[in-house]
T-cell receptor
Framework: AQKVTQAQTEISVVEKEDVTLDCVYE???????LFWYKQPPSGELVFLIR??????QNEISGRYSWNFQKSTSSFNFTITASQVVDSAVYFC??????????????FGTGTRLKVLA | EPEVTQTPSHQVTQMGQEVILRCVPI?????FYWYRQILGQKVEFLVS????????KSEIFDDQFSVERPDGSNFTLKIRSTKLEDSAMYFC????????????FGPGTRLTVL
């Protein structure tokens, strides 16, 4: 079955430290998409990135970077020089093809990141 | 930029009451979804809706739940007789013709059942 594992329940770092959030997935689909979302205390899901299974290039966006390794089924997320505003719960998600041909998202259990001033 | 909107942002109801959560998807989108997130837990798929019918539903989506697209713009989730365990954040999402590959999430409705 499709599954997303975020083994780190909670991480605390001091401001300006780098932090990596791990995501490991299992899928039977040959084509799939991986996602990261940020959920601040206000509760909404903020989209961060989508990655196609065919594209293993690492991605960098400002202080954020993502490392996709198909060989280890991992899609890790690194925040460089963390800031207090990065404090949130971060979810990794995986697309799954449904029998109807549409997709649903499967989310991991999330990692709560606390950045201390 | 177009976005998915949801109303209300917070709904408080008594156990056994019916609630309707409303969503306005992005206007040219064709696929619609509801997800649920119990406090402190992961986001879970409830149902997908396409071409005016349910295309998939999860085991969570039992007979107490129903969805409807009553007009060209709204997409609603109805819970017929709420239970305490229905307390959660409910997210609506919509997608264009990618089949749901790229889903845009609304800000959520926090439902509290007392």
């Amino acid at each position: 079955a499709q599954k997303v594992t975020q083994a780190q329940t909670e991480i605390s770092v001091v401001e300006k430290e780098d932090v990596t959030l791990d995501c490991v997935y299992e899928t039977r689909d040959t084509t799939y998409y991986l996602f990261w979302y940020k959920q601040p205390p206000s509760g909404e899901l903020v989209f961060l990135i989508r990655r196609n299974s065919f594209d293993e290039q690492n991605e960098i966006s400002g202080r954020y970077s993502w490392n996709f390794q198909k060989s280890t089924s991992s899609f890790n997320f690194t925040i460089t020089a963390s800031q207090v505003v990065d404090s949130a719960v971060y979810f990794c998600a995986l697309s799954e093809v449904l029998t109807s041909g549409t997709y649903k998202y499967i989310f991991g259990t999330g990692t709560r990141l606390k950045v201390l001033a | 930029e177009p976005e998915v909107t949801q109303t209300p942002s917070h709904q408080v109801t008594q156990m056994g009451q019916e609630v309707i959560l409303r969503c306005v998807p992005i206007s040219n989108h064709l696929y619609f979804y509801w997800y649920r997130q119990i406090l402190g837990q992961k986001v879970e798929f409830l149902v997908s809706f396409y071409n005016n019918e349910i295309s998939e539903k999860s085991e969570i989506f039992d007979d107490q739940f129903s969805v409807e697209r009553p007009d060209g713009s709204n997409f609603t989730l109805k819970i017929r007789s709420t239970k305490l365990e229905d307390s959660a954040m409910y997210f609506c999402a919509s997608s264009d013709d990618s089949g749901g590959l790229e889903q845009f999430f609304g800000p959520g409705t926090r439902l509290t059942v007392l």
